[in-house]
């Protein structure tokens, strides 16, 4: 009798566990930099892109092919922040490594070993070197590309992709593709696109894990957002895409959710394809694009 009650007292434990686990809900917030906040950034990306232009008459190909890279590493003093959109507007970097390939084999810039301080006047950033000193040429060409964003397309993407309230670990969520479509619309040089909604495309996020650090709440969290490409817009020319041409991003945040301390290391893989024939009726050219891109971030602590 004894030896049933043990296993009936151990059974009801067990299923209390289980409910208790179930209940267990995550309100994910991520934290931005404040006042004080001194941190570690460490960034990698690559990109290739190939544009591949045939004529169908004459079997004729042309092929593009370009490689961009981004090295940055450096140290960051958050020394203002403005209220209402939580972001640095007065701050200093100490680069440790900068390294920036456009188009080519990655180029070190000047920063490497500065510090620079940077401080918004208005609506635009100034920058200046530590103990004196002007910035210009591409440094000051790539701090600007940096800090004068008129919206920042990750803050919006991570917007858009957060769950409406608590989650469980293991938990998934839909997003709303038409909350996403304008981030992947508009490209830098004018081009546009457009996308199918509906059953073609789709956005979730899921929080795959959640585990304490440090007295903190952590976790990781993946979004995986698929877009079917409609058309692409250039040039006052609109070019529809093939049917199967898509875009597919997977993103994956590691680091603290409790919204208490920007800690984090992420990665990000995307692919674009896609093939359009043109004119429609009678086409004459056929267009392949694709994109390839991987990048890395991580914010650490710095020990005082």
């Not at 440790?96 to 950033?125: M, Q, S, Y």
């Not at 040089?189 to 457009?194: A, D, F, P, Q, R």
Request: charged fraction near 30%.
């Amino acid at each position: 009798m004894t030896r049933w009650l043990g296993l009936a007292t151990a059974l009801a434990l067990v299923t209390a566990t289980g409910r208790l686990d179930a209940q267990e809900t995550y309100t994910i917030k991520f934290a931005k930099p404040t006042a004080g906040t001194v941190t570690v950034v460490d960034k990698q990306e690559k990109q290739d892109e190939s544009n591949k232009i045939t004529v169908l008459a004459q079997k004729m190909d042309k092929l593009e092919e370009k490689k961009n890279s981004a090295a940055v590493v450096y140290v960051e003093t958050v020394l203002a922040v403005d209220k209402e959109t939580s972001k640095p507007t007065k701050a200093k970097r100490t680069y440790k490594k900068l390294e920036i390939g456009r188009d080519g084999p990655p180029e070190k810039l000047g920063l490497e070993g500065k510090t620079v301080l940077i401080e918004k006047k208005g609506a635009e950033f100034q920058f200046s070197l530590e103990g004196g000193g002007e910035i210009a040429g591409k440094e000051l060409d790539y701090l600007k590309k940096e800090f004068d964003k008129k919206e920042d397309k990750n803050d919006l993407l991570e917007k858009a992709m957060m769950p409406k309230g608590p989650v469980k670990a293991g938990e998934s969520w839909k997003v709303p593709v038409k909350d996403l479509i304008r981030l992947f619309a508009e490209g830098e040089k004018g081009e546009s696109m457009t996308f199918h909604e509906g059953d073609k495309s789709s956005a979730q996020g899921k929080l795959v894990k959640a585990y304490q650090k440090d007295g903190k709440q952590f976790g990781v969290v993946e979004y995986t957002i698929q877009l079917a490409m409609k058309e692409a817009l250039g040039g006052g020319v609109t070019v529809p895409f093939q049917p199967d041409g898509k875009i597919i991003l997977v993103v994956t945040y590691d680091g603290c959710i409790d919204g208490t301390a920007p800690v984090y290391n992420s990665t990000m893989a995307m692919k674009l394809h896609g093939v359009a024939l043109f004119p429609v009726d009678t086409p004459q050219v056929r267009i392949e694009v694709a994109v390839n891109a991987q990048g890395k971030e991580s914010r650490t602590p710095v020990s005082k």
